[in-house]
């Protein structure tokens, strides 16, 4: 599972690179814009990487995971409502918060004895 996660948090990051020229032409973004954007998600990934490791801790891998996927996934369908650059930047900055612990919780699953095959 957390395979697939992953692998959807890359899907994520790649979709919002190419729909770039969408966005641009509806919403009237400069390319300046566009990097402000993409600031907002990156260090809001990057604050929120610390807690991820505590969350993985205090709520366990089932709950912690479900967490952030369920928050991350509310604020990627949260953004075609998003209609301005602050509202952008928000949006993207919250759904970098979800996306976040999936390393911690990543670290922790492969850590795991319970999961780790007796030869």
Do not use: C
């Amino acid at each position: 599972m957390v395979f697939l996660v992953i692998f959807i948090n890359y899907m994520d990051r790649v979709n919002f690179s190419v729909s770039i020229p969408a966005i641009r032409e509806r919403f009237g973004f400069r390319l300046e814009d566009i990097g402000a954007i993409s600031f907002a998600w990156a260090i809001v990934y990057a604050l929120f990487n610390f807690p991820g490791g505590w969350n993985a801790d205090r709520l366990g891998l089932r709950w912690g995971l479900s967490a952030a996927l369920g928050w991350w996934s509310v604020f990627t369908i949260a953004t075609p409502v998003a209609g301005g650059m602050a509202s952008w930047m928000v949006v993207r900055g919250l759904m970098g918060a979800g996306e976040a612990p999936i390393w911690s919780f990543n670290a922790k699953t492969t850590a795991s004895k319970r999961h780790v095959v007796q030869t």
